[in-house]
């Protein structure tokens, strides 16, 4: 059998292990043991050959690794992006791998590439993946390719800042480039000063994530245009998002699309709420989504990797690529779309390390199905709280009244009750309370249970009162 590195952080979803062991001998090294959670370190011990943790991170009285973390509640890194990428060619080098993947989200896109461009290993490429790993710069390749996306500016500064607003006009949006979950993204309206929302943002951001992603380029911070949705051009109510993912796969360089995710309606600070599988949407729709998902994802120069595409939904079926990524999509996409559609995304991926091409990766977009996934959460926003106060968690009322008939959750996942929770508008992303995996026969009675736990439900908490307590959720 041949070798994969799995190189397991934080972020994202991580790869099946019981795949990849299918098909090859799988190592694993985990360069921060915080961001692993036990569950998932249980499911490397069962699989992996194995298994590494970085020696730096030791501490006293061994490696400690959480129930749940978010990135705001793992330890920072004790290696530099040079020095991570170097404990990964060592170990491939160890375990004579011939081919590295990564669980998680941004923080390892990079890393990744270009060790294995150092071993002659396939990827997504390193100039490529530094694109998709900065939204800078791939606003920048994006608009030399006529990629359908927003004006932008740079922001190193708060006289960039004041510039932008004064050349692009309101409603901007401001992003960080290197970040994930929609963490730190705001809307800049007009009805504060830019400049002070922009010093909330940097602090905010300092000061709970820390350098949890590794990131080394200049730029931090964007702003863009914002893209107006129309929900109304592309679905028939209003239970939807006017924005859809795309997952597909790069490989030998050319775009493979495989799946259309809907979502339903976001919360504040662009935070998502739902992901629907398979799409309502027609197939005239599908098509013009996949199209410029095509031009985006092929204009970066990606290799050979998954990719996750944001695509917002405008008036007369007009689109504009939010971002897109080399990596899985996060919450639970590729289980509902192995689950749904019967395809192993982990071993598609896996196989076009390898071999430079799956016999399993679909020659179409896969669009229908016997029955329907959905992955929502719940958030301290569902049941609206006092953003400036702490609170403890005690659980919710239960939900089977919420439920369209034929639809079921199958499982549920909470954070720890007697958690302390807290909802800060720039990390909103951060504060759920529970994950669902839900089932049903069609779509649209998933996006309507969803609505209506988002406006049923009801959160048990007790406020904390006259403490300072640092929450981390």
């Given at each position: 059998?041949?070798?994969?590195l799995?190189?397991?952080?934080l972020?994202?979803?991580?790869?099946?292990?019981?795949?990849?062991?299918e098909?090859?001998?799988?190592?694993?090294?985990i360069p921060?043991?915080?961001?692993?959670?036990s569950?998932?370190?249980?499911?490397?011990?069962?699989?992996a050959?194995?298994?590494?943790k970085?020696?730096?991170?030791h501490?006293?009285?061994?490696?400690?690794h959480?129930?749940?973390?978010?990135?705001?509640?793992?330890?920072?890194?004790t290696?530099?992006?040079?020095?991570?990428?170097?404990?990964?060619?060592?170990?491939?080098?160890?375990?004579?791998?011939?081919?590295?993947?990564?669980?998680?989200?941004?923080?390892?896109?990079?890393?990744?590439?270009?060790?294995?461009?150092?071993?002659?290993?396939?990827?997504?490429?390193?100039?490529?993946?530094?694109r998709?790993?900065?939204?800078?710069?791939?606003?920048?390749?994006?608009?030399?390719?006529?990629?359908?996306?927003?004006?932008f500016?740079?922001?190193?500064?708060?006289?960039?800042?004041?510039?932008?607003?004064?050349?692009?006009?309101?409603?901007?949006?401001?992003k960080?480039?290197?970040?994930?979950?929609?963490?730190?993204?705001?809307?800049?309206?007009?009805?504060?000063?830019p400049?002070?929302?922009?010093?909330?943002?940097?602090?905010?951001?300092?000061?709970?994530?820390?350098?949890?992603?590794?990131?080394?380029?200049?730029?931090?911070?964007?702003?863009?245009?914002y893209?107006?949705?129309?929900?109304?051009?592309?679905?028939?109510d209003?239970l939807?998002?006017?924005?859809v993912s795309?997952?597909?796969?790069?490989?030998?360089g050319?775009?493979?699309?495989?799946?259309?995710?809907?979502?339903?309606?976001?919360?504040?600070?662009?935070?998502?709420?739902?992901?629907?599988?398979?799409?309502?949407?027609?197939?005239?729709?599908?098509?013009?989504?996949?199209?410029?998902?095509?031009?985006?994802n092929?204009?970066?120069?990606?290799?050979?990797?998954?990719?996750?595409t944001?695509?917002?939904?405008?008036?007369?079926?007009?689109?504009?690529?939010?971002?897109?990524?080399?990596?899985?999509?996060?919450?639970?996409?590729?289980?509902?779309?192995?689950d749904?559609?019967?395809?192993?995304?982990?071993?598609?991926?896996?196989e076009?390390?390898?071999?430079?091409?799956?016999?399993?990766?679909?020659?179409?977009?896969?669009?229908?199905s016997?029955?329907?996934r959905?992955?929502?959460?719940?958030?301290?926003?569902?049941?609206?709280?006092?953003?400036?106060?702490?609170?403890?968690?005690?659980?919710?009322?239960?939900?089977?009244?919420?439920?369209?008939?034929?639809?079921?959750i199958h499982?549920?996942?909470?954070?720890?009750?007697?958690?302390?929770?807290?909802?800060?508008p720039?990390?909103?992303?951060?504060?759920?309370?529970?994950?669902?995996?839900?089932?049903?026969?069609?779509?649209?009675?998933?996006a309507?249970?969803?609505?209506?736990?988002?406006?049923?439900?009801?959160?048990?908490?007790?406020?904390?009162?006259?403490?300072k307590?640092?929450?981390?959720?």
């Amino acid at each position: 059998m041949k070798n994969i590195l799995l190189v397991s952080d934080l972020g994202g979803f991580p790869p099946s292990l019981q795949s990849l062991a299918e098909i090859a001998n799988v190592y694993v090294y985990i360069p921060r043991p915080s961001a692993v959670t036990s569950r998932y370190m249980s499911t490397i011990n069962r699989y992996a050959t194995g298994i590494v943790k970085e020696l730096s991170a030791h501490v006293a009285g061994g490696y400690e690794h959480p129930e749940w973390v978010t990135f705001t509640g793992a330890d920072a890194y004790t290696l530099s992006e040079d020095e991570v990428v170097d404990q990964i060619i060592r170990y491939a080098r160890m375990f004579e791998a011939d081919a590295i993947m990564f669980g998680g989200a941004e923080n390892m896109v990079l890393s990744v590439a270009k060790a294995a461009e150092a071993l002659g290993l396939r990827s997504a490429g390193v100039h490529a993946a530094r694109r998709a790993r900065n939204k800078y710069s791939m606003r920048e390749k994006f608009r030399s390719a006529d990629v359908p996306s927003p004006d932008f500016r740079a922001i190193y500064s708060e006289g960039d800042m004041l510039a932008a607003v004064n050349e692009l006009g309101y409603p901007l949006v401001l992003k960080p480039t290197y970040l994930a979950c929609s963490i730190g993204v705001t809307l800049l309206d007009g009805s504060r000063s830019p400049v002070e929302v922009f010093r909330e943002v940097q602090r905010d951001i300092q000061e709970n994530t820390g350098d949890s992603l590794l990131f080394s380029e200049e730029c931090l911070f964007l702003v863009e245009q914002y893209m107006e949705g129309c929900n109304a051009d592309w679905y028939a109510d209003d239970l939807y998002a006017d924005y859809v993912s795309v997952e597909g796969m790069m490989v030998n360089g050319v775009y493979r699309p495989v799946a259309i995710t809907d979502k339903t309606p976001m919360l504040s600070s662009f935070t998502e709420t739902s992901h629907l599988v398979p799409s309502v949407l027609d197939n005239e729709a599908q098509n013009i989504i996949v199209e410029a998902c095509r031009k985006a994802n092929e204009s970066l120069g990606l290799e050979n990797c998954p990719t996750h595409t944001e695509v917002k939904l405008m008036k007369n079926r007009q689109v504009g690529i939010i971002e897109t990524a080399a990596r899985f999509g996060g919450w639970n996409i590729i289980p509902q779309i192995n689950d749904v559609y019967g395809l192993d995304m982990t071993r598609v991926w896996a196989e076009v390390l390898l071999g430079g091409s799956s016999q399993e990766l679909p020659d179409h977009l896969l669009q229908s199905s016997h029955k329907a996934r959905c992955n929502m959460r719940i958030y301290l926003e569902d049941n609206p709280l006092d953003p400036a106060l702490k609170y403890r968690y005690s659980g919710y009322e239960k939900l089977d009244h919420l439920l369209e008939d034929g639809t079921f959750i199958h499982t549920e996942t909470e954070i720890p009750r007697g958690a302390l929770v807290s909802s800060n508008p720039h990390l909103n992303a951060m504060s759920f309370v529970s994950t669902l995996d839900m089932e049903g026969s069609h779509s649209r009675d998933l996006a309507q249970s969803v609505s209506n736990i988002r406006n049923g439900v009801q959160l048990k908490v007790t406020e904390i009162e006259g403490q300072k307590v640092e929450v981390k959720v």
